[in-house]
């Protein structure tokens, strides 16, 4: 196979995983993509990273649409949210062009499996309490606080952004799944977007084939993942996005090890 036709499949897959990731989980696509691209394609980390924060932007509007449309957002709590993780992930940015290749670590294959685990053998098939409800000023500040956090990973590691906020929809705030991870996407559209400009600001532009690719095969998939977890039965949707998060762990596994 040829060198340009190894990269084209490369991108492929890279974009596909995250493109599913996005649509039925709400990962943010360089939960996949970065670390891809820098074991298969030897791409720099910090170039790797820009190119999953710009495949994310498309692939998460297209997909928050689509949960919008079956009113599987919560705009109003997600906003306070929303403004947390945007503040940190440009810091987050900032101190990732001072860390090594090796960025990753065991932090997002960890975060996955245990998410994946936690959906599949324990589905959330409502909500732990009304969205909206349940504490004022503390459920602002645990939201502001949360997509500090957020916003702090998915600057810094490029990955692990989207894992954290749904951790923090569903364990902290009570979110039902469906929910979760349509207000999930819809703020990683706006988080990704800050980042990769950042990115792209703070570092020199990457390379035109395997961003466009990916970005691509992103939202593609993306798309046709988010249409069917809109509609799908909550039992089902924990089952599949356990399933996805599991794999995606699995992946970031040997990835890390090779």
């Given at each position: 196979?040829?060198e340009?036709?190894?990269?084209?499949?490369?991108?492929?897959?890279?974009?596909a995983?995250?493109?599913?990731?996005?649509?039925?989980?709400?990962?943010?696509?360089?939960?996949?993509?970065?670390?891809?691209?820098?074991?298969l394609?030897?791409?720099?980390?910090?170039?790797?990273?820009?190119?999953?924060l710009a495949?994310?932007?498309?692939?998460?509007?297209?997909s928050?649409?689509t949960?919008?449309?079956?009113?599987?957002?919560?705009?109003r709590?997600?906003?306070?949210?929303?403004?947390?993780?945007?503040?940190?992930?440009?810091?987050?940015?900032?101190?990732?062009?001072?860390?090594?290749?090796?960025?990753?670590?065991?932090?997002?294959?960890?975060?996955?499996l245990?998410?994946?685990?936690?959906?599949?053998?324990?589905?959330?098939l409502?909500?732990a309490?009304?969205?909206?409800?349940g504490?004022?000023?503390r459920?602002?500040?645990?939201?502001?606080?949360?997509?500090?956090?957020?916003?702090?990973v998915?600057?810094v590691?490029?990955?692990?952004?989207?894992?954290?906020?749904?951790?923090?929809?569903?364990?902290?705030?009570?979110?039902?799944l469906?929910?979760?991870?349509?207000?999930?996407?819809?703020?990683?559209?706006?988080?990704?977007?800050?980042?990769?400009?950042?990115?792209?600001?703070?570092?020199?532009?990457?390379r035109?084939?395997?961003?466009?690719?990916?970005?691509?095969?992103?939202?593609?998939?993306?798309?046709l993942?988010?249409?069917?977890a809109?509609?799908a039965?909550?039992?089902?949707?924990?089952?599949?996005?356990?399933?996805?998060?599991?794999?995606?762990?699995?992946?970031?596994?040997?990835?890390?090890?090779l």
């Amino acid at each position: 196979m040829s060198e340009l036709w190894f990269e084209i499949l490369i991108c492929f897959l890279a974009g596909a995983g995250a493109g599913l990731g996005t649509g039925f989980a709400g990962l943010s696509a360089a939960t996949v993509i970065t670390p891809m691209l820098v074991t298969l394609l030897g791409l720099p980390a910090y170039e790797a990273i820009g190119i999953a924060l710009a495949s994310d932007v498309l692939a998460s509007a297209a997909s928050a649409r689509t949960y919008a449309k079956n009113g599987s957002i919560d705009l109003r709590n997600g906003l306070v949210m929303m403004a947390g993780v945007l503040c940190m992930t440009v810091v987050g940015s900032w101190l990732s062009t001072y860390l090594p290749d090796n960025t990753l670590g065991v932090f997002s294959v960890v975060m996955a499996l245990v998410l994946g685990l936690r959906f599949l053998f324990f589905p959330i098939l409502a909500p732990a309490h009304p969205a909206g409800t349940g504490g004022g000023k503390r459920r602002v500040w645990m939201s502001a606080a949360g997509g500090a956090a957020v916003g702090l990973v998915c600057g810094v590691f490029g990955a692990g952004g989207g894992m954290m906020m749904l951790m923090v929809l569903t364990f902290v705030l009570g979110y039902e799944l469906k929910t979760a991870v349509g207000t999930s996407v819809f703020i990683m559209t706006f988080s990704a977007l800050l980042g990769a400009v950042s990115h792209f600001a703070l570092g020199s532009a990457p390379r035109l084939l395997p961003l466009v690719l990916c970005v691509v095969f992103t939202l593609f998939w993306a798309q046709l993942a988010a249409r069917i977890a809109a509609k799908a039965d909550p039992l089902l949707l924990n089952r599949l996005t356990g399933a996805i998060l599991t794999a995606v762990g699995l992946l970031l596994l040997v990835l890390n090890l090779l």
